[in-house]
């Protein structure tokens, strides 16, 4: 099928990260993905850049980092300077979005948006043409362990059908297992974060089943 699975780090046992990390090495995972959290546009805060220097030292795969702050222009070169390959940022909190991807391409990583479950398609619709990746919430950032939001398949299909105008990634992000991945695909989904569901047992046990 193609799938990319970038598994997510805030899920990881913190205690033992290096072996996470040189786990999910060898688990055909395509990325790390490192969420970042300022406490104030989501109510909770993570990762620091002592997770991104471990990630950066011990694993081999690109990071793909989704940065949940405000202002996030502020920090790209300094997310791009921690190893990341993917900077994702979300419209809702930068008055200047378009001029940002801009700058998080002049970089070097890969620009794209995060959309929130209740951010509709129509409010970045502009934005897509500048997207290299664009992150669907499917929760409301901020936790894991959270509900999948149904509502937003919707969106999902709207935006796997703009995909074959603007040629962007399109990646599904919240509660997502092996059974939800194979319906999203099927839409046109390419790519899944996962959290939860892929540190419970054996990491490549659940990519060999969704890929």
Do not use: W
């Amino acid at each position: 099928m193609g799938l990319k699975i970038h598994p997510s780090v805030l899920c990881a046992d913190s205690g033992n990260l290096q072996k996470e990390v040189e786990t999910l090495n060898t688990s055909g995972a395509d990325s790390f993905h490192m969420d970042v959290m300022d406490g104030s546009f989501v109510p909770n805060f993570g990762l620091g850049a002592d997770i991104f220097n471990c990630v950066k030292k011990h694993g081999k795969l690109p990071v793909f980092t989704h940065l949940m702050i405000n202002e996030p222009a502020r920090y790209v070169e300094y997310f791009r300077e921690l190893g990341s390959d993917t900077i994702v940022v979300h419209p809702e909190a930068d008055r200047q979005c378009a001029a940002t991807l801009a700058r998080i391409k002049t970089v070097g990583a890969i620009p794209g948006i995060a959309i929130n479950p209740g951010t509709s398609v129509e409010t970045v619709k502009e934005l897509l043409p500048l997207c290299g990746m664009v992150l669907v919430m499917t929760v409301n950032p901020g936790f894991y362990g959270q509900e999948f939001l149904e509502f937003t398949v919707e969106k999902i299909k709207t935006l796997c059908e703009l995909r074959r105008t603007f040629g962007y990634s399109l990646c599904v992000d919240g509660n997502i297992n092996a059974e939800r991945a194979k319906r999203l695909s099927e839409y046109g989904v390419t790519d899944f974060v996962i959290g939860t569901a892929l540190f419970v047992g054996e990491p490549s046990a659940l990519i060999r089943e969704i890929t």
